[in-house]
């Protein structure tokens, strides 16, 4: 079994910095791809930012130059560091990652529980 477990989320006010942290757990070989998406209300879940296991990363337009995606690859945890959060910033925001357990089998598309954001204006 594999888990994926975010924290860091909460109520900030506009302007504000939160850091979302996503641990992965389980009988994990390794762990490829790690990301970050996000659903606001209404909307459908989008790319927030990725890293890969050699530390290549990408961004979303919106969020280039105040978010900062990170992981430690020894605990198998990705960061979000967020600042000069907008209100527009407000949504679940969820944990991606593409695993191979050691058993061989590959979860290519497995996904956290979420953790909320709120940015107030």
């Known amino acids: 079994q594999v888990h994926l477990v975010e924290s860091g989320g909460g109520l900030v006010q506009a302007g504000g910095s939160l850091r979302l942290s996503c641990a992965a757990s389980?009988?994990?070989?390794?762990?490829?791809?790690m990301g970050w998406y996000r659903q606001a209300p209404g909307k459908q879940r989008e790319l927030v930012a990725v890293i890969t296991s050699g530390g290549g990363t990408y961004y979303t337009d919106s969020v280039k130059g105040r978010f900062t995606i990170s992981r430690d690859n020894a605990k198998n945890t990705v960061y979000l560091q967020m600042i000069s959060l907008k209100p527009e910033d407000t949504a679940v925001y969820y944990c991606?990652?593409?695993?191979?357990?050691?058993?061989?089998?590959?979860?290519?598309?497995?996904w956290g529980q979420g953790t909320q954001v709120t940015v107030s204006s």
């Open positions: 389980g009988s994990i070989f390794s762990i490829n791809v």
């Open positions: 991606n990652a593409d695993i191979t357990r050691y058993d061989g089998r590959r979860l290519r598309d497995y």
